[in-house]
């Protein structure tokens, strides 16, 4: 236990790793979360940037309850995907400082595990660039795990991780008009 709570930074995990939870279906977060709460029972701190989201999601509420151990902070503007709408200049603006955000984090030392939710998502709608994600896993440095989420991960993002996971949607109770619920999808 460090000074400031149960949590350290210092805490050695290896080399650390870059893991991709990419796919068409519910469950990319979910597993960084877990993840997260996983290390946090292990004394590991984990910052979450969220990238597109600007809602009271679960996670958000919860990591206020973490000791110290989970960091949540959301780079966007609000749910711009689901309403079909296309991205704003505010938008991209939130993108990009995200993106600032991120590369700071990641070499700032504090954190043993960052995750970049939704990162890939806001790749493939060009809110970031594909190079700037592949600048984020070449300048990892040892000792941290890098979490990428989102939907569309590119072939050269799949390549340059060294772990991938895709959620495959078989079935979805979304699909016959059930609503995205409170401490379920949110």
Same mark, same amino acid.
């Given at each position: 236990?460090?000074?400031?709570?149960? =949590?350290?930074?210092?805490?050695?995990?290896?080399?650390?790793?870059?893991?991709?939870?990419?796919?068409?279906?519910k469950g990319k977060t979910t597993a960084a979360l877990g993840l997260a709460f996983r290390a946090m029972g292990h004394g590991l701190k984990t910052?979450?940037?969220?990238?597109v989201k600007k809602h009271p999601y679960g996670e958000v509420q919860a990591s206020c309850m973490s000791q110290g151990c989970?960091?949540?902070?959301?780079?966007?503007?609000? =749910?711009?995907?689901?309403?079909?709408?296309?991205p704003s200049d505010e938008d991209f603006s939130a993108a990009v400082k995200g993106m600032v955000t991120a590369t700071e984090v990641i070499q700032s030392g504090k954190y043993n595990i960052v995750v970049m939710d939704e990162?890939?998502?806001? =790749?493939?709608l060009k809110l970031i660039s594909?190079?700037?994600?592949?600048?984020?896993?070449?300048?990892?440095?040892?000792?941290?795990?890098?979490i990428l989420t989102g939907r569309n991960a590119?072939?050269?993002?799949?390549?340059?991780?060294?772990?991938?996971t895709e959620m495959k949607e078989i079935k979805h109770y979304y699909c016959r008009g059930v609503p995205a619920r409170e401490g379920i999808e949110y």
């Open positions: 236990m460090d000074s400031e709570g149960f =949590c350290a930074a210092g805490h050695p995990i290896g080399k650390g790793y870059v893991q991709v939870y990419t796919g068409n279906s910052y979450i940037g969220q990238f989970i960091t949540v902070e959301q780079y966007g503007l609000g =749910c711009f995907i689901y309403a079909g709408n296309m990162i890939l998502t806001a =790749c493939h594909q190079r700037d994600i592949l600048s984020l896993i070449s300048g990892k440095p040892d000792g941290l795990e890098l590119t072939e050269e993002i799949i390549n340059a991780a060294d772990l991938v």
